[in-house]
């Protein structure tokens, strides 16, 4: 009886960390959504509320890891299980960056504002967007079904998004040599797609972590990323090169 009561509350605990990465992913893939719609729209008060929804991420972040340690400490798992709630820590991490990006966008929003660029480069952005978010749905409902099937595809699509952001960046560099007034505006805009691209390297990052936590196996090399800007680079707001 003992035992059994052990086994259902080790469950119940493994279904906590399941569930609030379930929340996290919701409520980052919202975030995202709400950046860019409060870019688009010029939407001054909607950029403030993601900015401040940040704080949510943080503490559901800090409260999975929490969690992870105690129940690595009382249960001391092995196989499945240890990947399991080591699995849960990896995806807040990159789910609480998700959230960040997300807040960088909104804090340009006032900037893009003062001088609106043509619409052609907001499409632009909106499409990346609608690809990174697509791929962070697909993968963590992979993580919710424990469904490895479409994993392979999910990190396909990265390529997709690494395509679309780089003609994204030439055609802003072109609009700003077109007129100096564009640039300031544009450099904005630059850090924007930037952030929405390492949405998709995290949303990557999190299949490979759900790929682990369902076979025990890693995937096989990641493909050469497709990325060219990088002839041109610009510093992100997650401190790393474009």
Request: charged share 30%; glycine share 6%; with cysteine.
């Amino acid at each position: 009886m003992t035992s059994q009561h052990i086994m259902r509350s080790f469950d119940e605990e493994l279904r906590y960390l399941t569930n609030q990465i379930g929340a996290m992913g919701g409520y980052s893939e919202r975030m995202v959504a709400e950046a860019v719609s409060a870019l688009v729209g010029g939407d001054v008060d909607l950029a403030r509320k993601v900015v401040a929804d940040d704080e949510y991420l943080d503490l559901r972040e800090r409260e999975i890891g929490e969690k992870a340690v105690v129940v690595i400490a009382k249960r001391q798992p092995m196989a499945g299980d240890l990947r399991e709630i080591v699995g849960a820590i990896r995806i807040a991490s990159d789910l609480e960056r998700i959230g960040d990006l997300g807040k960088n966008i909104a804090k340009r929003v006032v900037a893009v504002t003062e001088s609106r660029q043509p619409m052609r480069l907001f499409r632009g952005l909106s499409s990346l967007s609608d690809l990174a978010l697509t791929q962070l749905k697909d993968v963590l409902d992979a993580y919710a079904s424990r469904s490895a099937d479409k994993i392979g595809s999910v990190r396909d699509r990265d390529e997709e998004i690494d395509a679309m952001y780089t003609s994204l960046f030439r055609e802003l560099l072109v609009y700003m040599m077109e007129d100096p007034r564009n640039i300031t505006a544009c450099t904005h805009l630059l850090f924007c797609a930037k952030n929405i691209e390492r949405i998709g390297d995290h949303a990557t990052n999190i299949a490979e972590t759900v790929h682990h936590i369902i076979t025990g196996t890693q995937l096989a090399p990641e493909r050469p990323k497709v990325d060219l800007s990088h002839k041109v680079t610009a510093p992100t707001d997650d401190g790393q090169s474009a």
